[in-house]
């Protein structure tokens, strides 16, 4: 980061601040990557709030300052719609893909400032969908129809960026949530919330809101959420307990399995036949089963037993089904 004017020091404390309900000068030092001193941007703050900028001081836990600013002033001053930042977002998916590279390089650029805007992981995508003006082209079969989810795209992500609570009416049922993220996997787009009655986190899928009610009450985010964390044992996106888990793939379809990334933990290991050994420590889902199923005869489960069990069974069930059918 270059040096910075008090000018642009100032307004990006505003940008922080328009968005944040509560920001402490810590908070402020790592945005700043740390290149700003905490004596620098307290008087920076100081100069703002002598300059009639409504700035409130509340003071917490061991006399820290938390600044936030006065309902009464909306300082937005960002280029990009929700929309757009959203958009920009799903960009991130793919930046593993170009690693080591000076498109990866602008990419970390632009979410670095994103990021300092927007909470982090206010958008992450698991599994990326989308299509570039035709000049890069994604297929994704399945995909989830978002037409007419437009508002309610909008305001779950202000309630986001925002820390705002609010009211979904989710299926039948209408409850209140913290909204922390928005995910996009496989064509499909989820909200990770926090449900405060419960204590729980879950997902909500967005075709399945019918109502978001925003309110004036904001949530302070839980400091030890993260986004990648909160998936990282999982083989899709729901939530189970992992385990080990070793798979053997024929050497027909090894290098479908052997080119991609199926998950963080995952390691191969070749056999003299030519097969494939797979080994991941991941939850046993839905989600996993159907993936290993997908590949037919060519994958045999070989641990745990619990898992091995459960595809034999869907194997099983399946013969029947068609034995019958024709019969």
């Not at 991130?92 to 400032?113: I, P, Y």
């Not at 290993?292 to 745990?304: D, F, M, N, P, Q």
Request: hydrophobic content about 40%.
């Amino acid at each position: 980061m270059a040096e910075l004017t008090q000018l642009e020091r100032a307004i990006r404390i505003l940008q922080r601040l328009s968005v944040y309900p509560r920001v402490t000068i810590n908070d402020l030092y790592e945005q700043f990557e740390r290149r700003e001193s905490r004596r620098t941007i307290h008087r920076t703050l100081s100069l703002l709030s002598r300059c009639n900028i409504p700035l409130r001081i509340e003071r917490g836990a061991h006399n820290e300052s938390f600044y936030s600013l006065r309902d009464s002033i909306g300082f937005t001053p960002m280029m990009l719609t929700a929309e757009e930042v959203i958009a920009a977002s799903l960009l991130s998916g793919f930046k593993s893909l170009f690693e080591g590279t000076k498109l990866g390089e602008d990419l970390d650029a632009v979410f670095a400032k994103l990021h300092q805007l927007f909470p982090d992981d206010s958008v992450i995508v698991h599994q990326a969908f989308g299509d570039a003006n035709g000049r890069v082209a994604f297929k994704e079969t399945g995909r989830m129809d978002l037409s007419g989810r437009g508002q309610i795209l909008r305001d779950l992500f202000t309630a986001i960026t925002k820390q705002l609570e609010c009211t979904v009416k989710y299926r039948t049922k209408k409850f209140r949530i913290q909204p922390y993220t928005l995910l996009f996997h496989q064509g499909a787009l989820y909200a990770i919330v926090h449900q405060p009655k419960h204590s729980k986190w879950i997902y909500l899928s967005l075709t399945r809101i019918s109502e978001l009610l925003l309110s004036e009450k904001h949530f302070e985010r839980e400091s030890s959420f993260n986004a990648s964390d909160f998936l990282k044992d999982n083989f899709g996106i729901w939530q189970e307990a992992p385990e080990d888990v070793v798979i053997r793939f024929s050497k027909t379809v090894r290098h479908s399995i052997e080119d991609r990334i199926w998950h963080p933990s995952q390691r191969f290991e070749n056999e003299e036949s030519g097969d494939l050994i797979l080994h991941m420590h991941v939850g046993i889902s839905n989600e996993l089963v159907a993936w290993i199923l997908r590949w037919g005869e060519h994958a045999e489960v070989l641990k745990t037993l619990r898992l091995r069990q459960t595809v034999y069974e869907n194997h099983l069930s399946a013969h029947r089904r068609y034995k019958l059918f024709s019969q």
